[in-house]
């Protein structure tokens, strides 16, 4: 080997023996899960593991769940390969879309820009700098039908991630272009986030108060239930909430807690619990601790089961059964030594697998530098597919059931879980914890706590603070940028669009959104005929705004243009 | 500068991103660190972070970027501490962002960049190296 392509290594000679013999007899310095559980040297027959099989476990496919929810799980079925698509202008996403089913995606996954969930148009004045940076823009029906163009609507399923109140005019959006191209809505397969509750906690508290949060939502909910039997009406997204720091109980337990918000507002409604029940779906994190996180979802099944058949008297099998998506861990990834994300992104992809997960997005390795490149999402594809058609682990329903190790995990978490539920319900419910800022106060302290684990060096975090080394120059497979010329595009197309749309039929159709919501009525119906009049995304969500009492812009900088009706 | 005086840190977000975990952690530890933090929090314009930092007369502020805003407004922040005679401020900056654009920020005026995996120390001592450099 030719030394001046090794200038930085020194001699052999030169190197700290003294650090590679204790590297050599050096042993974990502490034996604690990523949530911080203390974990036993082994675990026996004796850790309650395998007890009460029938009523605790049971075999996949069987109450309470606990294995997966189909008796032959993979079998029958590959979990989805769902990779979450948003960039820049409509057409931008609708190619990486593109590209991805190309190479063996097999659910559509895309999510609006920061501007479109906060509920301003593309030409609002703090959407402008924006548009289209974290995801795509979709302010009318336009968008939408560039972003479905040519996509049989009948064959795919679809999840659009649009999880604040502005989901309400997604639903609107993508049933009218689907009807618009001959599809009847009730065969469409897909899901919309629709969790504006759990949105305050991602910075979008101007654009989700907590009651419009919960009414709007619901109606999306009952819209579908109605409307739309196969459609999944919400993912309520714990998955963004252990991204804050959040423990595996925690993320559980917060979540369950805001998913009962919607739930009873629909039983309020007068929707039986097994009418809309099964159609009920989450958002999960998969974060590194692999054991942790198996047991968490197993936790979640057996949870869910028995707070639906016990809490609220479901009959129905289905309206029992927790489905899921996994998101791995964004927040576990780093920018020092990035390809190493590849490999985390893996061992997380893992643990939702074997969990039994239902559709599955693995976080591009350049996560925490910018939105994935084509070659960091097609790596994050091939993660999956090499999971899927290579490892094996999809040839038996739960490989860790049984394990002492594992169930008696699942058994802690759900111990914790409850306690924080519990606790939750004492004060009041969810919807009094989020009020008093209950939960605002437990996030805050559970992300300085882990701060201080990693600079304690608790945590372990390589390249961070272990096996560090000099930052690199540049990213591994390129950068992906927003094109400049995609955002102006847009913002010019949005005003065009309101310089030449008919104004008198959409002010009829923004008075008659005004009047349902007035009287209290669902609003989609209404919002499904403004978007037919060209009515955008800020016009629709505003006008429900104002009935209920806020301004009409979020950033309180625009007053409505319908105000004279 | 003088030593008696606690060093006066503004930690913001620009825009409409969401992010705000790392900007609140960083607050709280900077305090914890005995350092004086105005957290501004979400929302914030270039105009309005710089009349806080003027108003308040910070040693430092601290940007937080996590949606792929920092080449648009970090030129906006630092016209606005130019027009204000603010370059004896420590700007400072954390978040996501390309290794690429690191030298570009800096190029732009930012003093220091710490992406997302930073520990918390290298920030505080950072900002103890260089405030009394910048006063």
Not at chain 1, 125 to 143: F, Q, R
Not at chain 1, 392 to 402: C, K
Not at chain 1, 411 to 418: C, H, Q, R, V
Request: proline share 4%; aromatic share 8%.
């Amino acid at each position: 080997m030719k030394k001046d392509n090794k200038q930085q290594t020194k001699d052999m000679s030169e190197l700290n023996w003294e650090d590679y013999l204790k590297a050599y007899y050096e042993k974990p310095a502490s034996f604690k899960t990523w949530s911080g559980f203390d974990i036993k040297e082994i675990y026996t027959p004796n850790d309650r593991a395998g007890k009460d099989y029938e009523k605790n476990i049971a075999d996949a496919g069987t109450y309470p769940f606990t294995r997966g929810i189909h008796k032959n799980m993979f079998r029958g079925r590959y979990w989805t390969r769902r990779e979450v698509i948003g960039i820049g202008s409509p057409a931008d996403t609708h190619d990486r879309v593109k590209y991805l089913v190309e190479h063996g995606g097999s659910g559509l996954n895309t999510i609006t820009d920061v501007t479109y969930e906060m509920g301003l148009d593309a030409d609002h004045p703090w959407a402008i700098n924006e548009v289209g940076l974290t995801g795509v823009n979709c302010t009318s029906i336009k968008d939408m039908e560039t972003l479905t163009k040519d996509i049989p609507l009948d064959k795919v399923s679809w999840s659009l991630i649009t999880a604040s109140v502005a989901a309400t005019v997604t639903m609107a959006q993508y049933s009218v272009v689907a009807e618009n191209r001959g599809y009847d809505i009730a065969t469409l397969r897909g899901s919309v986030q629709n969790d504006p509750v759990h949105f305050r906690y991602c910075g979008f508290r101007p654009a989700c108060p907590l009651d419009l949060s919960i009414k709007m939502g619901s109606d999306v909910m009952e819209f579908c239930t109605k409307r739309m039997p196969k459609w999944y009406y919400t993912t309520v997204n714990m998955y963004d909430l252990r991204e804050q720091g959040i423990t595996a109980p925690q993320e559980v337990a917060y979540g369950f807690g805001i998913a009962m918000c919607y739930i009873d507002e629909l039983i309020r409604r007068g929707l039986d619990i097994d009418e809309f029940a099964p159609r009920f779906t989450f958002y999960v994190s998969c974060h590194i601790d692999i054991f942790e996180e198996v047991a968490k979802i197993r936790a979640a099944r057996r949870m869910w089961a028995r707070l639906m058949k016990e809490k609220y008297g479901a009959k129905d099998p289905r309206s029992m059964q927790f489905r899921f998506a996994v998101h791995t861990a964004g927040c576990s990834l780093v920018p020092q030594q990035p390809l190493n994300n590849i490999v985390r992104i893996a061992y997380e992809g893992l643990a939702a697998v074997l969990g039994g997960v239902q559709s599955l997005h693995c976080c591009g390795y350049d996560e925490p530098m910018c939105l994935p490149t084509e070659k960091a999402h097609l790596q994050a594809l091939r993660t999956q597919q090499i999971l899927a058609y290579e490892t094996g682990v999809t040839n038996v329903a739960d490989p860790l059931g049984g394990s002492y190790y594992v169930e008696g995990l699942t058994d802690k978490i759900e111990e914790d879980s409850l306690k924080i539920m519990k606790q939750v319900e004492e004060l009041g419910g969810m919807e009094e914890a989020i009020r008093t800022e209950w939960l605002d106060r437990q996030i805050d302290a559970e992300a300085i706590k882990r701060q201080k684990e990693l600079d304690s060096g608790e945590k372990l975090v390589v390249g961070v603070n272990i096996f560090t080394s000099e930052q690199e120059k540049t990213t591994p497979f390129g950068v992906q940028r927003v094109p400049e010329e995609s955002a102006l595009r847009q913002v010019e197309e949005v005003r065009e669009l309101k310089r030449t749309r008919n104004t008198a039929k959409l002010k009829d159709a923004i008075k008659r959104l005004r009047d349902d919501a007035e009287e209290g009525k669902n609003v989609i119906p209404a919002m499904v005929d403004a978007t037919k009049a060209f009515g955008t995304v800020g016009e629709l969500v505003g006008t429900v705004r104002e009935v209920f009492g806020y301004s009409y812009d979020p950033m309180e900088i625009i007053e409505s243009p319908f105000s004279e009706n | 500068m003088d030593k008696e005086r606690k060093i006066k840190v503004v930690v913001t977000k620009v825009g409409l991103d969401g992010h705000d975990r790392g900007a609140k952690v960083v607050s709280s530890l900077l305090k914890e660190a005995g350092m004086e933090v105005i957290y501004l929090g979400m929302y914030q314009t270039p105009e309005a972070i710089i009349k806080a930092a003027v108003d308040e007369d910070v040693d430092v502020i601290g940007l937080s970027y996590l949606s792929g805003e920092h080449l648009i407004f970090t030129p906006k922040i630092v016209e606005e501490m130019k027009k204000n005679n603010l370059d004896d401020v420590l700007l400072i900056a954390g978040g996501t962002f390309p290794a690429e654009d690191i030298p570009v920020m800096k190029e732009m005026g930012i003093d220091e960049v710490f992406g997302a995996g930073s520990l918390t120390e290298p920030i505080i001592q950072y900002i103890h190296e260089h405030v009394r450099e910048k006063r």
